[in-house]
């Protein structure tokens, strides 16, 4: 196998052929992840505090990000320009619209710069889900308020544990990775769909689709633990936390619009 043949194979036509997530590419995207994570704070680290409002005014730009993934999901693009609107490039996407505009925001607005950039996130961001319940039906409406019920449930219980992650923002990180879990439960054990990422593939094909929320809570639990425990700076253990939120939210959202509308 040349460069070319390992690179259709492993990359790009995972992408044209929507054949899901293999091991080589799920580790080169963990490993740009790294990266950029690592240059991303690094940059903003002395020129914004890593808060609750630096978290909450970035949300709308995960709703967004899921909302326009669905839009490629429903067909509503084609060849090439869909290709853009799939993971991984969809981060890239919403990285390249959420970036400048936190920069003018920050830049004329001081610390008030989350009012303007959350507000330009929600414009888009309801914009879009707007033009999906326009333009789509509604096959399975109790597809999100189940998994949020769920996901509820089990942040609730995560939050009171006599551990060192008993805070807002661990509990809110648990809560959006299970309700990824339970939204890729709920599609996989009822609705036909298929769990495209390595691990949790095998944990399905081995397991059934109810791992998934048993693995993650002990995973992400573990993960919270390790970061909460550490020495490091608050503002780091804050955006690595907002980094988990991002991974753990918009594949939640997504996955549960997708079901919503049966596409």
Do not use: C
């Amino acid at each position: 196998m040349d460069l070319w043949e390992f690179i259709k194979k492993y990359y790009i036509d995972s992408i044209v052929y929507k054949e899901g997530y293999n091991v080589v590419n799920t580790l080169t995207w963990a490993i740009i992840l790294v990266i950029a994570v690592f240059l991303v704070y690094k940059f903003l680290e002395s020129r914004f505090k890593i808060d609750n409002k630096f978290i909450l005014s970035n949300i709308p730009y995960v709703i967004l990000g899921s909302s326009v993934r669905v839009v490629e999901d429903a067909g509503f693009l084609q060849p090439p320009i869909s290709y853009v609107f799939m993971s991984p490039f969809i981060f890239f996407l919403i990285f390249f619209l959420a970036f400048p505009t936190l920069l003018i925001s920050r830049r004329f607005l001081g610390d008030g710069y989350y009012i303007p950039y959350s507000f330009v996130g929600l414009v888009f961001a309801i914009s879009t889900l707007v033009m999906l319940f326009l333009n789509l039906n509604v096959k399975n409406p109790l597809v999100l308020p189940y998994g949020i019920l769920a996901a509820f449930i089990l942040a609730a219980a995560f939050y009171p544990l006599p551990i060192k992650t008993q805070n807002l923002l661990s509990a809110s990180v648990m809560f959006a990775h299970m309700l990824d879990a339970f939204e890729t439960f709920l599609g996989v054990q009822y609705h036909g769909y298929v769990e495209i990422h390595v691990l949790p593939g095998i944990l399905v094909e081995k397991f059934g689709a109810i791992a998934l929320p048993i693995a993650k809570f002990g995973v992400i639990g573990a993960v919270l633990y390790i970061i909460d425990a550490s020495e490091e700076k608050e503002s780091l253990k804050s955006f690595l936390k907002f980094v988990l939120l991002v991974l753990g939210l918009g594949p939640a959202l997504r996955d549960g619009l997708r079901i919503t509308f049966g596409v």
